[in-house]
């Protein structure tokens, strides 16, 4: 018998779950808790199955038989109507998605294989340019001429690297998004022939060698923190990038050895790359750990947890009045400029540099093979840079290539 409304409203529940019929699949489950859901049971491909069509009251029982017989007709057209019910409410996600919430899942995903500058960088531009500027929108909705006004508002700040990060983030992102069948199309293609022309090539300033001696004697004197000062020491005889400096952590020296060793995922070419300590270096490594020893990194910032700020080094130098001659960065120059100039090993300069190999194996063996060169030869710059402090010939015969 077909059932009444009065049949379903006074339907008390049992303790086990039960079922009334009506006709042609329909039925109404009664739950041990009391409440009513509408089903309809069919068979698609020799296959039992049963649809969900909502919880009676919201669905009354003229609308439970009307959603049956939009079912009945879809089998009949020869579509299995939980498999379309399915794809139904994936396509509401889709058309609902907004590009915060996949460029978030985007970022989640790709962290854990980034290293902590890009992880910091990445998310720094998409809280500041990205999600602001689009984050609301439905990803589906974004067109090429959103993306090119987006990047044009960031090449206006006069920031060409960080617009160009942000195309190539913006084409990870839509990738991404193809790839989980969210988007149909990737609108962040080819947004670079549209950028803005490239600022003429700006190196990083620095000093020369004989100008080096005055700069560490004012950085001495400066009214700045002696973990500034330290630091630009430390830079100068290692010629390691700021970044990797301020965010070593103590477990990575091994003063007994004078070897820093910065381990792949903190190294711009992903590579580990060792560092031996001139001992120079190390005694000013030793002097840190009274002060910072009992922390994780070891130029913890006014929050032990976090580093000190990226921009401190620059800050000192134009305190001490380099604005515009010497940078963190420029002391790498330096000491390439200079080494170059004594007719050192090529090779040995850009191994202590960190700069990458486009043959991994040779750039492998060179790793191994160069540590000890460099130890020389980093401890001959040390010594050459004491000299010229101490006002002696800055000029000192100095071990060379073979």
Request: hydrophobic share 40%; proline share 5%.
């Amino acid at each position: 018998m077909p059932l009444s409304d009065t049949t379903i409203r006074t339907a008390k529940p049992k303790n086990k779950l039960y079922r009334l019929t009506d006709a042609n699949g329909l039925c109404l489950e009664v739950t041990p808790t009391g409440s009513k859901l509408w089903r309809y049971r069919y068979r698609f491909n020799s296959s039992a199955k049963m649809l969900a069509l909502g919880a009676y009251p919201a669905v009354t029982l003229l609308k439970a038989r009307q959603l049956r017989d939009g079912a009945r007709q879809l089998l009949i057209e020869g579509t299995d109507p939980g498999e379309q019910k399915k794809t139904a409410k994936r396509a509401q996600r889709v058309e609902g998605l907004t590009f915060e919430t996949l460029a978030r899942e985007w970022f989640a995903y790709n962290a854990p294989r980034w290293a902590e500058s890009t992880t910091y960088k990445a998310k720094l531009y998409l809280e500041n340019d990205l999600i602001p500027g689009i984050g609301s929108r439905p990803v589906k909705a974004i067109t090429r001429p959103d993306l090119v006004d987006l990047v044009r508002k960031v090449e206006a700040r006069g920031t060409l690297n960080a617009a160009g990060k942000i195309r190539q983030w913006l084409h990870q992102i839509f990738r991404y998004g193809l790839a989980k069948g969210v988007v149909d199309t990737n609108p962040a293609t080819d947004l670079s022939v549209v950028a803005a022309p490239p600022k003429a090539a700006r190196h990083h300033p620095h000093v020369t060698f004989a100008e080096l001696p005055e700069l560490l004697a004012k950085s001495e004197a400066a009214n700045i923190h002696s973990l500034t000062r330290h630091a630009i020491r430390l830079l100068t005889l290692t010629a390691v990038r700021p970044g990797e400096l301020r965010q070593a952590p103590w477990a990575e020296f091994d003063l007994e050895r004078a070897t820093w060793t910065i381990p792949a995922e903190r190294m711009k070419a992903r590579r580990p790359h060792a560092v031996p300590l001139p001992r120079q270096a190390v005694a000013i490594l030793r002097q840190l750990q009274e002060v910072t020893g009992r922390y994780e990194l070891v130029f913890a910032g006014a929050n032990p947890q976090r580093p000190m700020s990226e921009n401190t080094v620059n800050k000192a130098l134009r305190l001490m009045g380099y604005e515009g001659r010497q940078t963190g960065h420029g002391f790498r120059h330096l000491l390439s400029t200079e080494l170059n100039g004594r007719g050192y090993n090529k090779d040995w300069i850009e191994r202590q540099l960190a700069h990458g190999d486009s043959d991994e194996i040779r750039g492998t063996y060179n790793h191994a093979a160069y540590v000890e060169q460099r130890r020389e030869m980093m401890q001959a710059w040390a010594d050459s840079i004491d000299a010229a402090c101490a006002g002696t010939d800055s000029n000192i015969q100095l071990m060379r290539a073979s």
